[in-house]
């Protein structure tokens, strides 16, 4: 047993848990625990963002590229509430992160005092749980439980909140290994697993559906030999990729508002739909009394809350996936189901993806990338057109390959994110894809990949417009473009090389390849412009409140 400061105690817990690398600002109220942390750099690894934003962003991506529980670091009042849309963020997405501030001394809380906010009152609806510590005989066990909760059950991220006081006094601390997390399990009723195999030994078109929660879940081998029993057609959620490998034959793409139309057809036709860790967000049902409409539904999930709250299910199962498939999988025999399957192979062959491949264009460059890495890297993107040919060009065959905001949609996530991944993953090779909208918000974290060398590539797929948005207002505003062109001066090239990282600018097909081999043997941050056309858009596409099974493409406008 010791005597150490509250500050030294926060650090060694977090030596307790594991923790390698931190992402964070310092500030006034939290400069006690920063001192601790010079003291064990050697152990530690503190990344300094550009921005709090970023630093929540970086503990996220570290969290989905590595499986464990990212942390980040801020001071009081605006430190903390910069981390509010990262935390908010890693809550849509259900991804385990701790988020630890500092507030002002016990006797200055209530009283409008300096750079003092209730953080834990802001952060209530967007986190797993949280606390404020003012007592430090509680904070190793505040700690420890911020890091059990995050990752137990259905992850999420925590705040923990201390006051300055209380990194400043004394306390004994003793080690304590990290509590074990167990899959949660007790749950998983016998009477549901046996109606789950009815239904699909009684089914003569199955259709699986797989969501994030396959990949939180680390059940990409199990939801492999699923697939291979049930013998069914796979299409995933944005979140989804890469739970199932998406160069395997029984494989037919996203589902939902861009998904292909060989998922949506499929989904529409099934007679029964079994849902791996999806949540029926609205970007994948569409308009949900047409969704899955000749379909029992039959759904796995760790968390009851999702039962029934978007769409009626007829079964269900709920606690882990990796337990729930395991358990079906050794009672299941192979099914046969060929003529569906030969009806869904047509269908995939009917409407492939497809645009044009004379000029440069965001899926030209998304492919470009998949060629070079050879489908083996981490890509990060921000949000809008260039996620969704991310999404559909890229074949992710592996878990924790795809980062992405699916939920909250946070443009000015990407960047902080790969910087996260990269520090997780040294072994893997890190992209960031973004649009020209979504880079100009958090861009200032080239800096940070400059000042610590860290390898990403940042790709901009540089439109000069709000892509997505502008491809809205084409489509339903009668092209009345209201604040999304940004046909200005910003030279991206010139801006990456002043903040220390090397730069491409890319106008022509033909030019992608060299640059791309040259930028991921250069092992340095690297940014790439690509300049597409204003008005490339993202086919296929669903209208809002239609049925996913409306999907229409540029040749359906034609008609």
């Not at 503990?59 to 910069?82: E, F, I, W």
């Not at 016998?190 to 003569?204: C, F, G, R, T, V």
């Not at 968390?303 to 999988?329: F, H, M, Q, Y």
């Not at 860290?454 to 084409?474: A, D, F, K």
Request: aromatic share 8%; hydrophobic share 40%.
């Amino acid at each position: 047993m010791q005597i150490l400061t509250g500050a030294e105690i926060v650090v060694e817990c977090l030596k307790e848990q594991g923790v390698d690398t931190v992402f964070g600002y310092p500030g006034g109220s939290i400069l006690n625990i920063y001192d601790a942390l010079y003291k064990h750099q050697d152990e530690i690894t503190h990344i300094l963002t550009s921005h709090e934003q970023g630093a929540a962003h970086a503990a996220d991506g570290y969290a989905r590229a590595t499986g464990k529980v990212g942390v980040c670091l801020a001071t009081s009042g605006p430190g903390a509430t910069n981390l509010v849309t990262g935390i908010a963020t890693a809550y849509m997405d259900s991804i385990p992160m701790v988020a630890i501030t500092c507030n002002v001394g016990v006797s200055l809380l209530g009283r409008d005092s300096f750079q003092e906010i209730d953080i834990t009152g802001v952060t209530m609806p967007i986190t797993k749980y949280n606390f404020i510590v003012k007592d430090i005989t509680k904070l190793a066990s505040v700690i420890r439980r911020a890091f059990a909760i995050a990752k137990s059950g259905r992850p999420g991220p925590v705040l923990v909140d201390i006051t300055k006081d209380v990194t400043a006094n004394s306390y004994d601390y003793e080690y304590e290994a990290p509590e074990e997390v167990e899959r949660q399990k007790d749950t998983i009723e016998d009477e549901d697993i046996e109606l789950a195999l009815m239904m699909i030994k009684n089914s003569e078109k199955p259709f699986i559906l797989v969501g994030g929660g396959a990949n939180l879940a680390d059940a990409a081998d199990e939801v492999r030999v699923f697939a291979g029993k049930v013998q069914a057609p796979v299409g995933d959620t944005l979140m989804g990729k890469g739970a199932f490998d998406g160069t395997n034959e029984l494989y037919t793409g996203m589902v939902g508002m861009h998904g292909t139309k060989a998922s949506n057809f499929g989904i529409t036709e099934c007679d029964l739909l079994i849902v791996v860790g999806a949540r029926f967000s609205d970007r994948v049902t569409g308009n949900t009394a047409k969704f899955a409409k000749n379909a029992r539904i039959l759904q796995f999930d760790i968390d009851p809350a999702e039962i029934n709250k978007n769409i009626r299910t007829d079964a269900s199962v709920i606690g882990d996936l990796k337990i729930i498939l395991r358990k079906i999988n050794a009672r299941l025999d192979p099914q046969n189901h060929d003529e569906w399957i030969g009806h869904v192979e047509r269908l995939k062959d009917m409407y492939p993806l497809n645009y044009n491949r004379d000029v440069l264009t965001g899926p030209s460059v998304v492919e470009a990338i998949y060629e070079a890495t050879e489908g083996d890297a981490i890509i990060v993107t921000e949000v809008g057109q260039h996620q969704m040919w991310a999404a559909q060009y890229y074949k992710y065959k592996n878990p924790h390959t795809l980062l992405t905001s699916g939920g909250l949609g946070t443009m000015g996530y990407g960047l902080g994110a790969a910087l996260g991944a990269k520090m997780g993953r040294k072994d893997k090779k890190v992209f960031n894809i973004a649009g020209d909208g979504c880079f100009r918000m958090n861009m200032n974290e080239i800096a940070t990949a400059a000042r610590y060398n860290i390898p990403v590539i940042q790709v901009v797929i540089n439109n000069h417009v709000l892509g997505m948005v502008r491809q809205w207002q084409t489509l339903f505003y009668g092209k009345r473009y209201s604040h999304t062109i940004l046909n200005d001066q910003v030279d991206f090239v010139k801006l990456a090389e002043a903040m220390g990282a090397k730069a491409y600018r890319v106008t022509k097909k033909e030019e992608l390849k060299s640059v791309l081999d040259e930028a991921m043997e250069l092992d340095i941050p690297v940014l790439i412009d690509c300049q597409i056309h204003c008005d490339d858009k993202v086919f296929p596409m669903v209208s809002p409140g239609a049925a996913i099974s409306d999907a229409f493409d540029d040749k359906d406008l034609k008609i």
